[in-house]
């Protein structure tokens, strides 16, 4: 197939661009790089790989979504304004990103009749206490002055937009992300908190727990994220459908900080800071997110197994291999 990933050089775009040149497909990626790294595609592309074509340009400039989506078969769309201290920076960035950027891909994706994947997120539950979160869930958010709402808002306008379409003739499916987790994780950590506890830990600093460290996550290997995905693409059933793609598998942040220790080896401690202290006043964090994943098993046939321990010892390695090249 000719396939058209956008934000195909970021961290989950770029596993998957892996996986479609593997199985032989055609990948067109366009990335603005805001977020993404080319070298997360270097393999690729310094081996000038002919089946990668590579579009460093905003979905947001029609031109282009005007010239690579006519031959398409299928588009993967996972750009994104991401990281809730992305969004929190600068909302209006996030909020026209998500929303203007998904617009014009359906909107020609529909215009020549691609199929679309779109890439959703755990956050749409908000704060909701109906755990776990079903798809067909309630979605909870605190009010519209805190701007981390936005990035959740967003992405549920996102998926209207993408039922719209779908009425309108559009193959379309959506999976909702939980905590994806693995190699080529931005190390800064602008998101993630495993990429933040796995510098702190590599640095011999302290890690910085935000709050009481008793909320919890369910964490996500990227290589069953990118399988999930993949399934969404191509089974029939998953059309004009919202999957969670998630692990069933719950952990605090507490643990999560304590087991990158013991993975790491580091002899480092755990530190509390407040939710002000790391993201100014008035930040909302929501308790628990446990998907239910009994849809994505029963319309994927897809269920998470790589344990977070197994996942986080993989990611060490890589850290460990990128910090001995300098
Ligand atoms: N990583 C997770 O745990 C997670 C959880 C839920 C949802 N998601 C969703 O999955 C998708 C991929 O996220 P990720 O974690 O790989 O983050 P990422 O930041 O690595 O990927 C997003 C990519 O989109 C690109 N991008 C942003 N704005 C763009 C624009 N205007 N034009 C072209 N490219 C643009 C970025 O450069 C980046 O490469 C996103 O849609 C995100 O909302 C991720």
């Known amino acids: 197939m000719r396939i058209l990933v ?47 074509r590579f579009l460093r340009a905003s979905m947001l400039d029609e031109t282009v979504l005007a010239s690579a989506m006519p031959s398409m078969d299928l588009c993967y769309h996972l750009a994104a304004a991401v990281g809730v201290a992305h969004v929190v920076e ?53 009010p519209t002055w805190i701007a981390r709402w936005s990035y959740s808002s967003s992405k549920a306008v996102d998926e209207h937009l993408c039922f719209a379409y779908a009425q309108r003739g559009l193959d379309v499916a959506i999976v909702r992300y939980f905590n994806v987790f693995g190699r080529r994780l931005d190390p800064k950590g602008y998101g993630s908190v495993i ?4 510098s702190q830990a590599l640095a011999g600093q302290p890690l910085t727990v935000h709050g009481d460290g008793k909320q919890s996550r369910c964490f996500t290997h990227v290589s069953e994220a990118v399988e999930a995905t993949v399934r969404a693409a191509t089974l029939p059933q998953a059309l004009g459908e919202v999957v969670n793609v998630g692990s069933a598998f719950e952990t605090t942040i507490n643990d999560l900080a304590r087991t990158v220790l013991d993975v790491s080896g580091s002899q480092g401690s755990i530190e509390h800071i407040s939710y002000d202290e790391a993201y100014g006043k008035g930040f909302a964090d929501t308790r628990r997110r446990v998907p239910d994943v009994s849809k994505a098993e029963r319309l994927l046939g897809w269920r998470a197994e790589i344990e977070l321990r197994e996942g986080l010892r993989d990611l060490l390695a890589e850290r460990r291999h990128v910090g001995s090249e300098g």
């Open 6 to 52: 956008t934000g195909g050089a970021g961290f989950i775009g770029s596993h998957l661009v892996d996986r479609l040149l593997t199985d032989g497909h055609d990948v067109v990626v366009i990335d603005d790089c805001s977020t993404g790294r080319e070298e997360n595609l270097s393999r690729w592309l310094e081996a000038g790989h002919p089946r990668l």
């Open 90 to 142: 600068d909302p209006l960035w996030a909020i026209l990103t998500n929303t203007r950027g998904t617009e014009l891909v359906l909107q020609h994706a529909a215009a020549h009749k691609v199929r679309v994947v779109f890439a959703s997120t755990s956050e749409i539950y908000g704060e909701s206490d109906q755990i776990p979160f079903r798809e067909d869930g309630p979605r909870v958010l605190g």
């Open 195 to 198: 990429a933040r506890f796995l």
